[in-house]
């Protein structure tokens, strides 16, 4: 199969040992138990709260906002930032909503046997999006399957046993949500949800955490049904059970999930009952249509996405043990698990690319902090969106890893937050445009989260909206058409820009800055040595604006505005921003004084947001500041920093330094290490720790970018693989504008790796013509059509051509 199967040989005891199946919308980890299949279900749009969630009081009105932010404001200019800390928590609103689990489902098969069978085998094969087990069970083989379609809306479950006169089987529904009815006839089980109307995050103390109200407008109801067929007998249930039959040599299980949740930002609609008969009528098709007709479709409908790309690393046989057990060995080899199981990687890029393809698909709702798997009614920092780094990231891996289909969910929750963060703009701020924070959820919040408690380091970050619409923009750098820069992209991309044109301050030298200013949850030492977190001008803020005006001037040339007051703003304020700049340790200052810090290791990296995911301004000396600012913070860090460390490491070229970043990725979390230190569970899920899914979807973005570039005025190849990869192949990476590369390597006489062959194609038409492609410091101009493959060799290359400076593959084409 190649790096496409995880497995393991005994059953999953912990969540983070269980495997994930996913369409997009109905999300199931699976344990895979010798007797008992645990089936742990979510939906995406299950969720807790409302739009009404936004509004609930108190809320500061505008007249107490406009004091507050005057406050901080005066505060800074006298170096007060404690005072301004105080100030900016007079903003603060709740908390974001909570994702939640819908149910579990668990078939048991009633059996003599004690002890799992030693012929026991569970796998998630990746290629078809398949969850199976192989066991013996008093002494007859079983053997059950899995999968949930995008396409049928369901997930079917079968079950075979060789047992000449069949098994016993029990089926049992639970759910941790509010029961408001339950019905079980004709192997069918049907139970109808309310979700809570609040729940507080794990880390603020409440006497009652999970709030339900009587109100239904406050919250979302949904259902659950599952279906049975199999050619036992059906006996009277009893017990804890919904469903029990005998005589079973073979079962199949259809379930499905449904909500009242309609849209990001808008209210539910229906009840329980509308959506069990949407539940109903979804499992009466996929039981009229077979299982079989609908695996077939599944696996050519998740082939289509998956199968776009494939990475192979080195040579190994390291497949035939247990992926647990591999993680394990190759952390006990002094040498690093990498230079003793490549392979290890490729598995680990194309689970990551699984995990995306089945967490985040057109008509549902963007990958959360885990994905669409969570088994908690007050999941770590509530399974929300986390704005300043994790929901970007989810998504980093979209465009280069060949899957355009999976943005629509971000791009629709960015249209959320334009409607709810025009309010949020206007009453907070007296900006036009809209703003977003560092939390949000399926009802788009878009207000400062603390109850006025909480630090701003954090809860006080008005610049999600000016970083996300960073991810419409690499879809148009990508290839995206003028419908979709039009309908899609210039509303939001204008209307941030609007509002960060009234956020901007003159500053004493006449450059404009902001203020106040955080840098993602870092802080630093006050003149008399106390620690605070708000200043002015973060190097974060400025590169987002300078970024954001970029963007809506050339977008308004591309679609031939003209006098668009926003767009002309832009193009006089951007010259008077300031740009990064060297303090005097050498290191980028990361806001515009100069300041000591506390955790001199912080995990967040913001300030070099221009090295990655950004695409410049880069100057020599900039460049080796980055370089020695990501030395002083560290290598060591959660699994997302880590991940993202990996990508900017990658831009700098710093082979060496993302083989040192690829030792603690790969490190298994048998041992807790401290909170901040991540590495993988046994199902390879990322964590920070806990489990959080950006560092799965940021390792392949990451290590991507070791491969392939397309930031800048040239097209890169192998820019920093590592001396574990030496010699590797990857297809189907997308460079911009819109190019499908492969690339195969192997190792040179010395033992680095050489490019032997690589190959372009135009994936849209506007990425037809002569592209500047890089490799090794020497430059090729290759014509690129869509019709056939353009092939280069690494004696093709001559001396190069101008030096790598610039951004044109950063402008639209």
């Not at 005891?13 to 997009?24: D, F, H, K, Q, Y």
């Not at 040498?335 to 003793?340: F, P, T, W």
């Not at 036009?432 to 949000?440: F, L, M, Y």
């Not at 990857?730 to 690339?743: F, M, N, Q, S, T």
Request: glycine fraction near 8%; hydrophobic fraction near 40%.
């Amino acid at each position: 199969m190649g790096e496409h199967e995880i497995w393991f040989a005994k059953p999953a005891m912990e969540w983070t040992e269980a495997l994930p199946l996913g369409n997009g919308k109905l999300g199931a980890m699976l344990f895979g138990g010798g007797t008992i299949e645990r089936l742990q279900l979510n939906d995406g749009t299950a969720w807790s709260g409302s739009p009404a969630s936004e509004r609930e009081e108190p809320r500061i009105n505008a007249a107490d906002a406009a004091i507050a932010l005057a406050d901080a404001r005066a505060a800074i200019l006298v170096r007060d930032h404690l005072r301004a800390t105080e100030s900016l928590k007079r903003l603060q609103h709740r908390h974001s909503q909570t994702y939640l689990p819908i149910a579990d489902v668990v078939v048991e098969q009633v059996a003599n046997m004690t002890v799992v069978s030693t012929d026991y085998r569970r796998s998630l094969d990746l290629t078809t999006a398949t969850h199976s087990v192989r066991t013996v069970v008093d002494d007859h083989p079983v053997r059950r399957s899995t999968f949930v379609s995008a396409g049928s809306r369901v997930l079917v479950h079968q079950f075979v046993s060789d047992a000449p006169d069949g098994v016993e089987l029990r089926l049992s529904v639970s759910t941790l949500l509010r029961e408001l009815g339950r019905e079980s006839s004709k192997g069918r089980v049907a139970v109808a949800l309310k979700m809570p109307s609040d729940v507080i995050p794990l880390h603020d103390e409440a006497a009652e955490p999970v709030v339900y109200s009587d109100d239904d407008a406050l919250s979302l109801q949904g259902a659950v049904v599952v279906q049975w067929v199999h050619d036992g007998l059906d006996e009277a249930a009893t017990g804890g059970e919904s469903l029990r039959a005998s005589g079973v040599r073979s079962a199949t299980i259809f379930m499905t999930t449904e909500t009242t949740f309609t849209t990001i930002a808008l209210s539910p609609e229906g009840t329980a009952a509308d959506a069990l008969s949407t539940a109903h009528g979804s499992i009466d098709r996929a039981v009229a249509l077979g299982a079989a007709t609908i695996y077939a479709r599944h696996c050519s409908d998740h082939d289509e996405l998956y199968g776009r790309v494939e990475l192979e690393l080195g040579s190994t046989t390291a497949s035939d043990v247990p992926t647990d057990e591999r993680i394990r060995r190759g952390n006990a080899d002094a040498d690093g698990v990498l230079a003793v199981d490549p392979g290890l990687a490729s598995l680990l890029f194309h689970y990551g690319r699984y995990l995306l393809i089945s967490s985040s698909r057109a008509g549902g709702v963007p990958a959360n902090l885990q994905g669409i798997w969570n088994p908690s009614l007050q999941p770590p920092w509530s399974s929300n969106y986390t704005t300043n780094i994790n929901l970007q990231m989810n998504y980093w891996l979209a465009e280069i890893g060949n899957l355009a289909e999976c943005l629509p969910p971000l791009f629709d929750l960015i249209d959320g937050l334009v409607y709810t963060g025009t309010e949020t703009a206007r009453r907070l701020y007296a900006a036009p445009g809209w703003v977003a924070h560092h939390n949000t959820d399926v009802w788009a919040y878009s207000q400062p989260v603390g109850g006025g408690m909480h630090d701003p380091k954090w809860a006080f970050w008005p610049f999600a909206g000016g970083w996300l619409v960073r991810h419409l923009w690499e879809r148009l750098l990508h290839g995206g058409d003028d419908d979709f820069a039009r309908d899609r992209a210039w509303g939001p991309i204008r209307s941030s820009a609007e509002f960060y044109l009234s956020w901007l301050v003159e500053q004493l030298d006449g450059t404009l800055g902001t203020s106040p200013s955080t840098s993602p949850e870092n802080e630093f030492f006050t003149d008399d040595g106390q620690i605070a977190s708000v200043a002015r001008s973060s190097a974060f803020d400025l590169v987002v604006i300078a970024d954001l005006f970029g963007m809506v001037i050339q977008l308004a040339d591309r679609l031939h505005v003209e006098g668009d007051s926003v767009v002309e703003a832009a193009r006089k304020a951007l010259p008077r921003l300031a740009r990064p700049t060297i303090g005097p340790d050498g290191t980028v200052k990361e806001w515009a004084d100069y300041f000591e810090f506390p955790d001199p290791l912080h995990r967040h990296v913001a300030h070099l947001y221009f090295l990655y995911p950004g695409n410049g301004p880069m100057t020599t000396e900039l460049a080796e500041a980055a370089s020695l600012s990501l030395d002083q913070r560290g290598d060591e860090s959660t699994g997302w920093s880590l991940a993202w460390k990996l990508a900017m490491r990658a831009r700098l070229g710093e082979a060496d330094k993302v083989s040192d970043l690829l030792r603690l990725v790969f490190r298994d979390m048998d041992l807790d290490r401290g909170p901040w230190v991540g590495g993988l569970y046994p199902n390879l899920f990322a964590a920070h720790p806990p489990f959080q899914i950006d560092g799965n979807f940021g390792f392949v973005s990451g290590l991507a970018e070791c491969l392939v570039q397309s930031h800048g005025a040239t097209i890169d190849l192998l820019s920093a693989v590592p001396r574990e990869l030496v010699s590797g192949s990857v297809r189907g990476l997308i460079a911009r504008p819109g190019i499908e590369i492969a690339i195969d390597w192997a190792p040179d006489e010395e033992g680095n790796p050489n490019l032997v062959v690589a190959t372009l194609r135009a994936v849209v038409s506007s990425a037809v013509g002569e592209h500047r492609v890089r490799y090794a410091g020497r430059e090729l101009l290759v014509t690129v059509g869509t019709d056939s493959t353009s092939t280069v060799r690494a004696s093709d290359f001559k001396e190069i051509l101008r030096s790598h400076a610039g951004s044109d593959n950063g402008s639209v084409p």
